[in-house]
C-alpha cells in the first residue's frame, strides 16, 4: 500500500524513509506518510526441528502477537527465479508491515529463511529490526522426527540434517545474529514458552508503544 504516494498516485519500488524512521517519503514529490514500527521475529530452521510446532504453539495462544506461516505463499516460481528467495522474502515483509500497520501488533513468520536473503531490501524499513529465531535440535532428535514425519529419502534427510547443522555452526556469523532455540528435550509447551520469553525481550527494548 505504501509503494503508491497518496499525494503523487506514484509507484516506487524501492522505499525512502525519514530520519527517524517513523514515515515512509515518496521519492517523487517528498509526502511522508507516518508509519508505526514494531519489531518482525522469524521463525526458522530445518524441517522437523520443530518450527512449525513451535509457531503453532504460539498461534493458539493470546499473547499479543500475530503469527503467520509464510508457506501459505509459496510457489515454486519463488525458487525458478534465482534470487536467493528474496522477492519471496520482500513480498511477505510488505504483508506484515500491512499487518502491523492494521493490526497494531508486531507479526510472528514461520519458515525457512536465513538472514543474507533480507540484506539491501528497502522494506525492512518498516520495522524496528527483524530477528531471527532458528529452532534446532540434535541429530538423533531430527532423525526420530523424520522417521515420525514419514521421511524417508536419503537426499531429503541429509538436506534437512544439513541445515539444522548450519544453523549451530552459522548462528553467531550471520548479520543479524540468529539466536538458537534447541528443542531436543522441550514439550511444545516449554518450547513455546521461551519463544514467547525472547519475543517479549526484544519487544521491551524495541516496541515504543508498549512502553
Given at each position: 500500500m505504501l509503494h503508491v504516494c497518496p499525494s503523487c498516485g506514484k509507484y516506487s519500488e524501492d522505499l525512502c524513509f525519514s530520519e527517524d524512521k517513523n514515515a515512509v517519503v515518496c521519492p517523487v514529490c517528498g509526502a511522508g506518510v507516518p508509519i508505526r514500527r514494531q519489531p518482525l521475529f522469524w521463525i526458522t530452521g530445518a524441517s522437523c526441528a520443530g518450527k512449525s510446532t513451535v509457531s503453532?504453539?504460539?498461534f493458539l495462544q493470546d499473547n499479543g502477537l500475530i503469527v503467520l506461516e509464510s508457506d501459505i505463499l509459496w510457489d515454486d516460481k519463488w525458487e525458478a527465479m534465482?534470487?536467493?528467495?528474496?522477492t519471496y522474502r520482500r513480498t511477505w515483509?510488505?504483508?506484515?508491515q500491512n499487518v502491523c500497520q492494521q493490526a497494531g501488533k508486531p507479526v510472528v513468520l514461520c519458515g525457512c529463511?536465513?538472514?543474507s536473503q533480507f540484506a539491501g531490501l528497502s522494506e525492512t524499513g518498516f520495522f524496528t529490526g527483524i530477528h531471527f529465531l532458528?529452532?534446532?535440535?540434535r541429530d538423533e532428535a531430527l532423525e526420530r522426527r523424520m522417521d515420525r514425519r514419514g521421511t524417508t529419502d536419503p537426499g531429503v534427510r541429509r538436506t534437512h540434517r544439513d541445515f539444522n547443522r548450519w544453523?549451530?555452526?552459522?548462528h553467531r556469523k550471520t548479520t543479524p545474529p540468529i539466536t538458537l532455540l534447541d528443542t531436543s528435550d522441550l514439550t511444545p509447551a516449554k518450547a513455546a514458552e521461551q519463544a514467547l520469553a525472547w519475543c517479549r525481550e526484544i519487544l521491551a527494548k524495541e516496541n515504543p508503544y508498549e512502553r
Open positions: 503453532r504453539e504460539l534465482g534470487d536467493n528467495y528474496r515483509l510488505r504483508v506484515c529463511c536465513e538472514p532458528a529452532v534446532v535440535c544453523f549451530y555452526e552459522n
